[in-house]
């Protein structure tokens, strides 16, 4: 979210109190700026990951006890990362989850992709924020939530091995029961296509509502391509394969990813990968971004690989000890900048780091291979000599690489503009910590993609017959925004188009104000809040109350950006978005869309995605010696990537077609083709009907009735019901009730008893009735008497059908250990609150999650003694207390009884 935006913290002053390393912390005070009114932290993932949970050794990061003290809501953006348990994240996340005297804090977990996630995967993310016996459904709802996620994947197996019509049925029977009484509680599941169906009839500030879905444009750059820049793609592929980034053995880091997870506490299944494998990944996508962004990402690599070339070239000699040598490798990851580097691979790649082994034995282990290669036979070595020999073939393996690398600058190098014989630089990169080197901004004579993006922009009666073939209309005179994943790509095509916007003549009186300012802007990450506030109301004035920063400053046409400004704006003023470069997550193209082409907006939105050609071979080439290592790429590149799949060969025509047709989907279609295959085929679609139509109630009370919040205040202080009243109508009784147990509301019921007397449930609109139809006196009080003790008596089956399924159907030592306890009830008269409470956990806690800790526990205190299934109690007392507070321990005694309270909100009656 924006810190100073207007929507949040409005009025109020905000001070920043940490900014350091990717962590911020704002104090806010009231707007006097003296009342304390708390914190808010922003923390990337790259430095939180890092904060390290070592079960077996009982190890938590002291930082994520202090950010669990210090903060009671946790808004984890981008939660798909953290959908496997066996990553450090996951586990970092779960120490978050109470603070030290047991108080719950509170989640709220953001992902564009919900439904791009597998039961499994959710099953994850919801133990994020619960405890092992999933209190709020296991023990409040009873609701066996991890019997039905087993039994649901169990199904699923099933199906795999054989493809039976009973099997689909049982599947789509429990996937259900899992949407209705578990997904539908926590989750928002909403595709554009659900909204159109189920919303058409609601009004958006009194409005109907309107959701057009934008129809998409390819656009094949490859027409523009020339010999020269052939020649380059030519240069990248017979390379980039044999460029070994032999600079990242030296600091001895590796990453690891987990494979498919059981829902049992397996040992999971790890891939270990380079960090060569990913650059090269990497530098394959900033390829498919264009030429600069992949000119930019090989020389900071470049740099980065000839600091430890020189460093080692240096020190060679000097070497004489393994101390020596760590602190030479030391200063040149120092130098390099490393650190950084590791982070944003981490981030990219949602991966973590493998750390079985420290870096310098990982690095001696490189090193002594390496020198059995060139060992000289019958030879005795010293460890160090062995090291140093090693080092000798990094060292050669380094200036091959520094070579071929070479020759792809100088294949880049014949792209660019020159004047007076030195390169045509039009500014440079703003320079962050990490970097080493600064990075000019260039001009190329023969970009392919710069060029069609200038013939979409310029004079229409310019554009070439190549885009007119692909029906890709000018957007001369039209309000664009241009998106692209890499930061790189926003800077360059911003210069580079600022240049040429400033010597087109044709452009002046569009793209030029009558002071002579060029009507184009740039978003990324570096963007100061203000400044990006101040661009999105002069690009959006319409959308955004802009037209005084219009006035002041003149109104922007163009709009560059990176997806910094893809979420949570609204930039509907626009008229095309152009997406530069394509992401393999189909869902990151509807979240741009979506900023222009958003609920309510009439306006016709022209998307062009720009599709590569050439440029994939690369790509394919790199994929291809990648899954000769890991079967499964999409662990690596993330499962959102639908245009990687584990059972296809890789190749150019298949990468190539699945990128042209994500490119021509549309919106709808778009999400509809990221859905998971869970959801796509099993989990039906949809809201329940009562949240739906309190949605419509809400929506008819507000703009159709015109209320608002202060006409029910006096209503919210009158005292516990039942009211009731009798209306005009047609011969029925309609009566609400709440379900509690303890302070938990378990459910809300609404029951309808029509004229045939046949009973049944209704939903909130039925309440529209009291305000539109005439109240009249009471009357056939006999009548509304019978139907609400028939009423009475279907809301006592509820209750008896709650007590009976939140019971756990307990096994075992816990069903031996319940018993034994209940039999010896007598002796709890002293410690009777902790005996309740320990016996409704007894009940209710997951069998197969607690046996084994709570067994050892209490024979190793010598409390109970086994006797085949029998459990004797040695001390009642010390029992009891034990359990109690081992259950407090892990937020096991919210409930303290197992009784339902039922509250009788009101009814009435229609006569």
Excluded: C
């Excluded at 949407?179 to 509680?185: A, F, N, R, S, V």
């Excluded at 109350?545 to 922007?556: A, D, L, Q, T, Y």
């Excluded at 006096?714 to 011969?731: K, L, Q, T």
């Amino acid at each position: 979210m924006l810190i100073t935006s207007e929507y949040f913290l409005s009025g109020n002053v905000r001070k920043l109190v940490k900014d350091f390393n990717n962590h911020k912390v704002y104090e806010i005070y009231d707007t006097s700026g003296d009342k304390f009114l708390g914190k808010i932290s922003f923390l990337s993932l790259g430095i939180f990951q890092n904060y390290k949970v070592d079960e077996k050794k009982g190890f938590v990061h002291p930082e994520l006890k202090k950010i669990a003290e210090e903060y009671d809501l946790f808004v984890i953006d981008e939660a798909h990362k953290y959908r496997n348990r066996n990553t450090n994240r996951w586990k970092a996340v779960r120490k978050l989850q109470k603070k030290e005297d047991g108080f719950p804090n509170k989640f709220l977990l953001l992902t564009a992709t919900p439904l791009n996630n597998s039961i499994g995967d959710i099953f994850n993310l919801i133990r994020l924020f619960m405890d092992e016996a999933f209190t709020p459904f296991t023990r409040i709802k009873g609701v066996p939530i991890t019997e039905l996620i087993k039994k649901y994947r169990d199904l699923k197996r099933e199906l795999q091995k054989r493809d039976d019509d009973k099997i689909k049925k049982d599947l789509k029977k429990v996937a259900t029961e899992i949407k209705q009484k578990i997904l539908d509680e926590i989750m928002v599941l909403r595709t554009r296509k659900y909204i159109m169906e189920q919303f058409k009839d609601i009004k958006v500030n009194g409005k109907p509502l309107i959701f057009k879905d934008p129809k998409p444009y390819s656009l094949d750059y490859s027409p523009f391509y020339t010999k020269e820049y052939k020649s380059l793609i030519k240069a990248i592929s017979n390379n980039i394969n044999r460029i070994l980034f032999e600079y990242t053995k030296l600091y001895g880091t590796r990453f690891v990813v987990f494979e498919e997870e059981s829902i049992d506490e397996e040992e999971p299944v790890k891939k270990i990968i380079d960090v060569a494998d990913l650059f090269k990944l990497l530098l394959g996508k900033r390829l498919e971004s264009g030429i600069y962004p992949f000119e930019t990402t090989l020389r900071r690599i470049y740099e980065k690989e000839k600091i430890f070339y020189e460093i080692f070239k240096a020190g060679m000699d000097k070497i004489l000890h393994e101390d020596y040598l760590k602190d030479l490798i030391r200063s040149a990851v120092e130098k390099a900048k490393i650190e950084k580097e590791l982070e944003k691979i981490k981030e990219e790649y949602n991966i973590e780091e493998e750390d079985e082994e420290t870096w310098f034995d990982r690095l001696a282990k490189i090193l002594l291979e390496y020198a059995e290669e060139l060992k000289e036979e019958g030879k005795q070595y010293s460890g160090i000599e062995l090291l140093k020999l090693g080092l000798k073939k990094v060292l050669k393996n380094l200036e091959n690489d520094l070579r071929f690398m070479d020759n792809i600058f100088s294949e880049l190098d014949k792209l660019k503009e020159r004047e007076s014989g030195e390169f045509n630089i039009l500014g440079k990169i703003p320079r962050k910590k990490e970097d080493i080197v600064d990075l000019p901004i260039y001009v190329y004579s023969d970009d392919p993609k710069l060029e069609s993006l200038k013939q979409i922009i310029g004079n229409p009666s310019f554009i070439s017959e190549e885009l007119k073939n692909q029906n890709i209309v000018s957007q001369n005179r039209k309000k664009i925004l241009i998106f692209t994943q890499y930061r790189d790509t926003a800077y360059y095509l911003y210069h580079n188009l600022h240049e040429w916007i400033k010597k087109e003549i044709d452009l002046h009186t569009w793209l030029k104000d009558e002071k002579d300012r060029i009507k184009i802007a740039l978003v990324t990450g570096d963007t100061e809040t203000p400044a990006k506030i101040n661009y999105i109301k002069r690009f959006a004035p319409q959308a955004n109350n802009g037209f005084e920063e219009v006035r002041k400053f003149g109104e922007i046409e163009i709009l560059i950006s990176t997806d910094a400004l893809s979420e949570g704006v609204n930039i509907q003023d626009a008229d095309a978005v152009i997406n530069y470069d394509l992401p393999w997550n189909p869902m990151i193209i509807v979240q741009r869309v979506g900023r222009v082409n958003r609920i309510g907006n009439e306006k016709d939105v022209y998307v062009i995605n720009y599709i590569p050609s050439d440029e994939i071979e690369v790509i394919v080439g790199v994929l291809r010696k990648l899954k000769e290592k890991i079967q499964d790429i999409t662990l690596i590149v993330g499962k959102d990537v639908k245009i990687l799949s584990p059972e296809e060969e890789i190749s150019i025509e298949t990468f190539g077609e699945k990128i042209r047709d994500i490119s021509k989907l549309s919106m709808t279609d778009l999400e509809q083709y990221g859905i998971s295959e869970d959801f796509r085929e099993f989990v039906p679609e949809g809201i329940p009907k009562e949240q739906l139509d309190e949605y419509k109630l809400l929506n008819l009370i507000q703009y159709e009735l015109g209320y608002t919040v202060d006409d029910f205040k006096e209503v919210m202080r009158m005292e516990d019901g039942p009211y009731y009243s009798f209306i005009d109508g047609g011969d029925k009784i309609v009566s609400m009730y709440e379900f509690y147990r303890g302070k938990y509301k378990i459910m809300k019921k609404i029951f309808i008893i029509p004229k045939d007397g046949e009973i049944r449930e209704e939903t909130p609109l039925a309440f529209l009735n009291l305000i539109k139809k005439r109240e009249k006196p009471p009357q056939r009080i006999e009548n509304a008497i019978e139907n609400l003790k028939t009423i009475k008596e279907k809301t006592e089956e509820i209750v008896e059908g709650l007590k009976e399924g939140y019971r756990q159907e307990q096994k075992g030592f816990l069903y031996n250990l319940y018993n034994s306890l209940l039999v010896e009830r007598g002796k709890a008269e002293e410690i009777e609150d902790k005996f309740k409470v320990v016996m409704t956990a007894l009940q209710t806690i997951p069998y197969y999650l607690y046996s084994r800790e709570i067994k050892p526990l209490l024979t190793g205190r010598n409390l109970i003694e086994l006797n085949r299934d029998n459990v004797v109690i040695k001390d009642f007392k010390s029992v009891v207390e034990t359990l109690y507070e081992f259950f407090r321990e892990k937020g096991l005694t919210d409930i303290e009884s197992l009784k339902v309270r039922v509250w009788h909100i009101g009814w009435y009656y229609e006569i």
